[in-house]
């Protein structure tokens, strides 16, 4: 659960976000600018944290009343070889922080570091990836923890992502969106039994602003407390849409398995945030769309 330093929301100096032409990281920024505090973001083009000066690099920006929100990854991790080198990125990062002391560091992680068997998800969950994704944020979770010191470290899980500029495709409202932009059959794993919760990256950069604003450290799930099987989610797109798609299902491969989560401290530590519900979301993301053809 979080704890805050600040009560009362309190904009930092200047924060500086890590990864910032990523999915997330755009998204942070452009809400951090948006209620007006100060950011700064560094793209590997900035500090690429595989380069060998990339802890020299680093301190170069870093200043002791600075925020860091760290969200460089090479995501979704896939192979051994990408795990090796996201935990080198970090461990890049760490080096730099052993350096210097900031205000608070923020790491945007995944509800991946959670086992599949855990159906209702808390902050106090067991910690047991069972993929290399998960395997990677535990890990780089860990590794933070080991050197932030007495600086105030908030950990955020967010659930499975959606929005315009999501850039991986992955199953679920992101790819389901594409296929019906091209008039093209959804196909499902199964019949799409699984239930998710589904959340909205905007939702997260609130979140995030939020947790700047407080101070806050400690853990946080972020996750609407509603799920949907993906057969749902795709006949809600598809019903938005006005276009005849044909949702259709597969021979099943795997298991089913459902992920739900108790938000609990989300509004114990936030009770005047309200997350954007998944119709909603997918009705924003598409208008947002049309906009951005029109």
Do not use: W
């Amino acid at each position: 659960m979080l704890k805050h330093v600040n009560e009362k929301p309190i904009h930092p100096s200047r924060v500086i976000v890590l990864g910032s032409q990523g999915f997330v990281g755009s998204h942070v920024i452009r809400e951090l600018v948006t209620i007006g505090i100060n950011v700064l973001g560094l793209s590997r083009n900035q500090v690429n944290l595989l380069d060998s000066e990339a802890t020299s690099n680093l301190l170069k920006y870093l200043r002791p009343e600075d925020a860091l929100v760290v969200v460089s990854a090479l995501a979704p991790c896939k192979n051994n070889s990408m795990l090796v080198d996201n935990l080198k990125m970090v461990q890049a990062l760490g080096a730099a922080l052993e350096k210097t002391t900031l205000s608070q560091v923020v790491y945007i992680s995944s509800d991946a570091v959670y086992a599949d068997e855990v159906v209702l998800a808390t902050e106090s969950s067991n910690v047991q990836p069972s993929t290399l994704h998960g395997m990677m944020h535990s890990a780089r979770e860990l590794m933070l923890k080991t050197v932030v010191g007495k600086t105030p470290f908030a950990i955020l899980r967010p659930s499975l992502l959606y929005g315009l500029s999501d850039p991986h495709n992955g199953y679920g409202p992101n790819r389901f969106r594409r296929l019906v932009e091209e008039n093209k059959t959804i196909t499902l794993f199964g019949e799409g039994e699984e239930k998710r919760d589904h959340i909205f990256v905007e939702d997260v950069a609130k979140i995030v602003s939020l947790v700047l604003q407080h101070r806050s450290q400690g853990i946080l799930n972020i996750a609407t407390g509603g799920s949907y099987s993906f057969r749902e989610v795709a006949e809600m797109l598809v019903s938005q849409s006005g276009n005849s798609i044909q949702v259709q299902g597969t021979l099943r491969q795997n298991p089913i398995t459902h992920r739900h989560f108790d938000i609990t401290n989300c509004y114990k530590a936030f009770p005047h945030f309200h997350y954007t519900s998944l119709k909603e979301g997918i009705f924003q993301m598409m208008c947002n769309r049309i906009m951005e053809t029109a």
